[in-house]
C-alpha cells in the first residue's frame, strides 16, 4: 500500500511539475507573439515610409529628366555670348559700310555739282562764241552792203 | 434552339468588339466599359480583385444599351457617368447604374452647325473648375457645356478637320485639343481664344507623312506635352513649343498618360508601353487585345486596393494591371 501511495503521489508530482511547465510554455508563447506582432506593426510603418521615398525619388527623376530634356535642347542652339559676340561685329560692320556709303555719296554730290558747273560754265562760253559770231556775220554784212552801195 | 442561337449571336458580337472607352466610378471600385455597339457595363473591380475571386467576377455586373452608336468617350463626375459616342452626351447616375433597367438622367446635343448630319463625339472633358464639361469631335469644335444648367457656353472654333483628344492644363486653365488637322491647340477658357498652336508634323523630328498627320492622343502635365498618332509620339516642352524627346516606337499610339515619373502608352500592337522622360522605353507589358485604345488608372483615393491599370481596345476584355509590370488578368464583356 505505502509503494502505491508513493507512486500516486509521484505522478501527481509530475503531472504539476507538467502543467507548471506548460503554463509558462504559453505565458512564453504569448510573449514572443506580442513582440512578432509589434514588429509586423513596424514592418509596415517602414514600408509605408519607404513607399513615400520612393514617391519623392520618382518626383525627383522626373524633375531631372525634365532638365536633361530641355537641356539637350538648348545645348543645340548657339551659345548666347558668342551670338552677341556676332550680333556686335555684325553691327560694327554694318555701320562701317553706312560710312563708307556716306562718304561715296557726298563725293558723287560734289562731283555732280562739279559736273554742272563745268556744263554750265561751257554751255555760257558756247553761247557768247555763238554771240560773237552772230556779232561778227552782222559787222561783215554791214560792210559788205556799205560797199555795194556807194556814194549816193 | 432560340436559345444557342442567342449564344452564338453574343460570341459573334464579342468577336467583333471594340471597347473604346472606360472610365472609374468615383468610389473606385468599378469599372465602366463603353464599345462599339453602344453597350457599356459595369465591372466590379473589388470582386474581380479579391482573393475569393471567381471566373463571374471576371464578367460584368451590368450591361445595358447606352447609346445607338459606338460609345466613344466616357468621364465620370463625383455621382454620374457620362458617356457620349453618337452626337450625344447621356448622363448617368453610378448609384442606380448597378440596377437591371437602369434609364439615363439627361441627355444633351451641342448646337450643331447643320442639323442634317449629326457628327459624332470623340473626347469628353471635365473642367472641375468651371463645373463644365468639354465636347469634341467630328464638327471640328470645342463645346462648352455646364453641368449644372445644362446650357452650352462656349464654342472654340479653330480646327479644320474633326478633334479626336482632348486635354487639361490645371493650373492656367487652358484646354489642349489634338485631331485631324495634325495640329495641337491650346485654348484659354477664359477668353475662350486659341492661345498657342503646334503643328506637330511641320517639325522634321517627329513627322512620319506615310502615317498621315493626325493627333491620336494628347496627355499634359503642366509645363509638357505628350502626343502622338501619325507623326512620332513626341514630348513637348509648351511654353516654348519645341519637340524634346522622340519615343522610338513605329506604332501610331491611340492613348497616352502621364505617370508618376513615367509615359504610359498603347496604341497599335498588343503592349502598353512604359517610357522615361529620357526617351528610353522601361518596359513593354503585353496585353491580351490585338490593339489598345483606351488606358485608365484607378487613382480613386477611396480605394486604394482598387488600385490598377486598365487597358482595352480591339477586343472584348479590359486586361487589368495591378502592378505595372505584367497582366494579371483580364475582365470580359
Redesign the interface.
Known amino acids: 500500500m505505502l509503494s502505491t501511495l508513493s507512486q500516486c503521489e509521484f505522478s501527481m508530482g509530475k503531472t504539476l511539475l507538467v502543467y507548471d511547465m506548460n503554463l509558462r510554455e504559453m505565458e512564453n508563447y504569448e510573449k514572443i507573439y506580442k513582440e512578432i506582432e509589434c514588429s509586423i506593426a513596424g514592418a509596415h510603418e517602414k514600408i509605408a515610409e519607404c513607399k513615400k521615398q520612393i514617391?519623392q525619388a520618382?518626383?525627383i527623376?522626373?524633375n531631372r529628366?525634365?532638365y536633361?530634356?530641355?537641356a539637350?535642347?538648348i545645348q543645340h542652339h548657339p551659345d548666347r555670348h558668342e551670338t552677341l559676340k556676332e550680333l556686335e561685329a555684325l553691327g560694327k560692320e554694318l555701320e562701317h559700310l553706312s560710312h563708307i556709303k556716306e562718304s561715296v555719296e557726298d563725293k558723287l554730290e560734289l562731283r555732280r555739282k562739279q559736273f554742272h558747273v563745268l556744263l554750265s560754265t561751257i554751255h555760257e562760253l558756247q553761247q557768247t562764241l555763238e554771240n560773237d559770231e552772230k556779232l561778227s556775220e552782222v559787222e561783215d554784212a554791214q560792210e559788205a552792203s556799205m560797199e555795194t552801195d556807194p556814194k549816193p | 434552339k432560340p436559345h444557342r442561337f442567342t449564344e452564338v449571336f453574343q460570341a459573334l458580337q464579342r468577336l467583333h468588339m471594340t471597347i473604346f472607352s472606360q472610365s472609374v466610378s468615383p468610389c473606385g471600385k468599378f469599372l465602366a466599359a463603353g464599345n462599339n455597339y453602344g453597350q457599356i457595363a459595369i465591372f466590379s473591380l473589388s470582386a474581380a480583385l479579391s482573393s475569393e475571386a471567381k471566373e463571374e467576377s471576371k464578367k460584368p455586373v451590368v450591361t445595358f444599351q447606352a447609346h445607338d452608336g459606338p460609345v466613344y468617350s466616357m468621364v465620370s463626375t463625383d455621382r454620374h457617368l457620362l458617356s457620349a459616342g453618337d452626337g450625344e452626351v447621356k448622363a448617368w447616375l453610378w448609384a442606380e447604374m448597378l440596377k437591371k433597367g437602369c434609364k439615363e438622367l439627361w441627355h444633351r446635343q451641342p448646337p450643331y452647325r447643320t442639323s442634317l448630319e449629326v457628327p459624332e463625339i470623340n473626347a469628353l472633358l471635365l473642367v472641375p473648375k468651371e463645373n463644365s464639361l468639354i465636347l469634341a469631335g467630328g464638327d471640328c469644335q470645342l463645346h462648352t457645356m455646364d453641368l449644372e444648367t445644362g446650357t452650352f457656353t462656349r464654342v472654340l472654333r479653330g480646327h479644320t478637320d474633326y478633334i479626336h483628344c482632348l486635354a487639361l492644363r490645371e493650373r492656367s486653365p487652358e484646354v489642349l485639343s489634338g485631331g485631324e488637322d495634325g495640329a495641337v491647340r491650346l485654348w484659354d477658357l477664359r477668353t475662350a481664344k486659341e492661345v498657342q498652336t503646334i503643328e506637330v508634323y511641320k517639325h522634321e523630328e517627329c513627322s512620319r507623312p506615310h502615317n498621315g498627320r493626325w493627333i491620336g492622343c494628347l496627355a499634359t502635365d503642366s509645363?509638357?506635352m505628350v502626343c502622338g498618332g501619325g507623326p512620332a509620339l513626341t514630348?513637348w516642352?509648351l511654353r516654348?513649343s519645341?519637340p524634346?524627346?522622340v519615343f522610338p516606337i513605329r506604332a501610331p499610339q491611340k492613348h497616352v498618360t502621364f505617370y508618376?515619373?513615367l509615359i504610359l502608352s498603347a496604341g497599335q500592337g498588343r503592349c502598353v508601353n512604359q517610357w522615361?522622360?529620357?526617351g528610353e522605353l522601361k518596359a513593354q507589358v503585353p496585353g491580351s487585345s490585338p490593339g489598345l485604345l483606351s488606358l485608365s488608372l484607378n487613382q480613386q483615393p477611396a480605394a486604394p486596393e482598387c488600385k490598377v491599370l486598365t487597358a482595352a481596345g480591339n477586343s472584348c476584355r479590359v486586361d487589368v494591371f495591378t502592378n505595372l509590370g505584367y497582366r494579371a488578368f483580364s475582365l470580359s464583356f
Open positions: 514617391l520618382k518626383r527623376r522626373k529628366q525634365e536633361d530634356a530641355l539637350k535642347v | 509645363d509638357w514630348l516642352h516654348s519645341t524634346t524627346t508618376q515619373d522615361q522622360l529620357s
